[in-house]
């Protein structure tokens, strides 16, 4: 394991984070990747992630990557580290009531929609404008905005997957220049998988989320 999250450390630029999807892997795995000196993991369920958090150390950063119920986000408000995946204005609501619960504030990155496939979950761009445009994001004010997210479509056609990180690029510097030109706290592009990884460095990301090529197949 040791050679393979080298491998990638080595690749990536050092501003770029790595975050580990350890998501069905058991927690030995997590500790072996723990001990190489990796502190950031992406989980996607969130009884999953509760049941880690508990038993693996204080110091891990827990992202959540998955589909968020809402009915969920109190299990994971307290000690979660960057919520990837918000996709609806209600689930930003929800975090933000818990997030107030709690006395802190949750950071989150706002997840589009920029794959062909019609099951990737995600903002579009028309749809965001029009809340931001009737609400402005201060109004969420336990919510630390620090960027966006998006998955490719699943695809070998470089092309394809260029374009549409390129696209989430896009959205990323429009938004920072439209609603958060003076939070520097929203830089984040967290884009690229085990797939894609490369491209989506070449087009921007500054987040790699990457599970299989670390960790071996689900
Ligand atoms: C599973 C998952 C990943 C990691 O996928 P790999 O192909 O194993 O690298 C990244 N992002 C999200 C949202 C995921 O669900």
């Known amino acids: 394991m040791k050679e393979l999250f080298n491998h990638i450390y080595s690749s990536i630029p050092k501003e770029t984070t790595l975050v580990a999807v350890s998501k069905t892997k058991p927690l030995e795995k997590i500790e072996e990747a723990y001990n190489i000196g990796q502190r950031d993991f992406g989980e ?3 009884q999953e992630l ?6 693996l150390p204080n110091d891990i950063n827990w992202h959540f990557i998955g ?17 990837h995946s918000v996709d609806s204005i209600r689930l930003l ?21 920029i794959a062909k496939e019609e099951s990737k979950f995600g903002f579009s761009i028309d749809e965001l404008y029009n809340e931001f445009n009737n609400t402005s ?5 336990h919510i630390n905005f620090t960027g966006v997210m998006g998955m490719a479509t699943f695809s070998d056609n470089k092309e394809i997957v260029q374009s549409e990180f390129k696209k989430l690029r896009l959205i990323f510097e429009k938004l920072k220049n439209d609603f958060f030109k003076d939070n520097s ?3 984040t592009i967290s884009m690229g998988m085990s797939q894609d990884y490369e ?4 087009e ?12 071996g197949k689900r």
């Open 204 to 215: 921007g990301s500054n987040m790699i989320r990457v599970g299989s090529a670390l960790f």
């Open 93 to 113: 609501n929800e975090i933000n009531k818990c997030a107030t619960k709690n006395n802190k504030k949750i950071s989150c990155l706002l997840q589009f929609h």
């Open 67 to 83: 589909h968020l119920q809402r009915n969920k986000v109190k299990f994971i408000a307290p000690f979660v580290y960057l919520i």
């Open 50 to 55: 509760t049941e880690k958090q508990q038993v």
């Open 137 to 141: 994001p201060e109004k969420w004010d």
């Open 44 to 46: 996607n369920k969130v």
């Open 199 to 202: 491209i989506a460095i070449q």
């Open 185 to 187: 706290n929203f830089k």
